[in-house]
């Protein structure tokens, strides 16, 4: 994944200066001794210029973390530490940070060995809501050596969200398709995460497009295809014209991501894009989601800014799904009952054209859009990348601006199962505890559209994180609850 942001961490260590500082300097260096002994080097950067004691510290230690490229910051208490000091270093500080304290190590040392970082933790998030910053504090901050190095290997994933937020364009094609209203949404949130946005006119993507006939890349484009598909390549007339226009999105990307490190794309693929173009995009949106640049479908703007958040936390492919269809009974007897600890209302199928990427794909065959081959000749609908979901654990999430201008946000984990689709498209058998519960009481009660984007793997932990600290309030931070935790809008007398 090259179009996401590679953490080097900065650790700095302070202390209050009534209490000795050699009970930072060597926790400190107890804390990057466990560190790398578990999780290597690279992501980790020991500030040795000084102990922060006062605000002259603080600006020496944040002149030495920038000078060593860190573009996240741990502050870690050895013992009470510095309350005004520290905080200020997280506000100076252009980056992800994170807190975290030292526990004390021994009833044999609770006199000068007391550091007394559990109280001082205290001080220090009074400081940070006094000063208005935000930062990472873990479930439970305080601990040993060892306890602190996993704290700050579960920061990375929510730091490269954080960060790559800060550096990203999102790159549109086209208004939202007639009757697809249900990816409107305000941009004025992506400037407030810090995101820009350059929106575009199909008109101008379809120029481009023509200005690459015969561009002297396309035959080797088409072979990386062909090797990609081997025995699905079903459509093999129209993938010259699909790496024609994967090069052109390429090319556009390198032409206009300006200042920003990183893009994602939100594109526009029907009415007219079929009978214009001549074909369909979503197995070129399949292969720029694999190299790491997610497309969305649909000109969903949050779409691909959920998709991207979900790369940088998983460091792996993600895909965006219509939540699309009930599974049926008969099938849920036949393949889910028994052998999975799922109810019935508990499944659905997740089904987009064809643009999941082929390395999550139990098996796949590149093919014609069905639906829309419903009104157009096949031959303009082809480029769908079809097949089932590979089986295995996922994590459904979207980050959302409704339409009065707020971030909400939900996630739930849970699994694709094994259970053929016997369907068309991209699409698989999903299962989330409760899922009936929570598509009732919060996809429909609170307006989430239809679009999804799927991680593969469970990242709830690390999403929860990332979209607490870009601000979403908690109360619109949503996930499937349990049946013994209702939801406000539930009629308890069901």
Sequence with gaps: MNNIPKIKLGLVAVSRDCFPESLSVNRRKALVDAYTKKYGKDDIYECPICIVESEIHMVQALEDIKKAGCNALCVYLGNFGPEISETLLAKHFDGPKMFCAAAEESQKDLQDGRGDAYCGMLNASYNLKLRSIGAYIPEYPVGDAEDCADMIHDFLPVARAVKGLSELKIISFGPRPLNFLACNAPIQQLYNLGVEIEENSELDLFEAFNKHAGDSRIPAKVKEMEAELGAGNKKPEVLEKLAQYELTLLDWVEAHRGYRKYVAIAGKCWPAFQTQFGFVPCYVNSRLTGQGIPVSCEVDIYGCLSEFIGTCVSEDVVTLLDINNSVPKDMYKESIEGKYDYKF???????????????????????????????????VTNGTLEGDIAPGDITFYRLQSTADNKLRAYLAEGEVLDVRTQSFGGIGVFAIKEMGRFYRHVLIQKNFPHHGAVAFGHYGKALFEVFKYIGVPLEDLNYNQPASLPYPTENPFK
């Excluded at 209302?345 to 390395?359: K, P, Y």
């Design 345 to 379: 209302t508990d499944t659905f199928m997740g089904f987009h054209c064809g643009n999941t990427c082929s390395s999550k794909l139990a098996f796949c065959e590149m093919k014609y859009q069905k639906i829309m081959a419903r009104n157009l000749p096949i031959e």
